[in-house]
Nanobody, 125 residues
């Protein structure tokens, strides 16, 4: 069982930056692939970025590629999402997610077993 807690959300102007964190309770944090998803009001939860246990592979949605950076520190049981050049359309609740290693999918919400409670990111124009 893994418990995930996001932090770092807030209100920022367009063009600004935020850094989200996701703290995991698992003693074997490195056994899990991790991801960020987001959900805007009235929309489906969508994939943002994913990272493998070793950080060797990272994946991004086209909408955030070049602006967001996903990373993790297995010593601290924490994953991060550095968000730069934020746009109003990035406004959403951001969720971190985890799943066991050894599975191939990474961009569907159904690929993940554990979820945090979410943190709100609001980008004003």
């Amino acid at each position: 069982q893994v418990q995930l807690v996001e932090s770092g959300g807030g209100l920022v102007q367009a063009g600004g930056s935020l850094r989200l964190s996701c703290a995991a309770s698992a003693r074997t944090f490195s056994s899990y692939a991790m991801a960020w998803f987001r959900q805007a009001p009235g929309k489906e939860r969508e994939f943002v970025a994913a990272i493998t246990w070793s950080s060797v592979n990272t994946y991004y949605s086209d909408s955030v590629k070049g602006r967001f950076t996903i990373s993790r520190d297995n010593r601290k049981n924490t994953m991060y999402l550095q968000m730069n050049s934020l746009k109003p359309e990035d406004t959403a609740v951001y969720y971190c997610a985890a799943r066991g290693n050894g599975r191939s999918g990474y961009s569907s919400k159904f690929d993940y077993d554990y979820w945090g409670q979410g943190t709100q990111v609001t980008v004003s124009s």
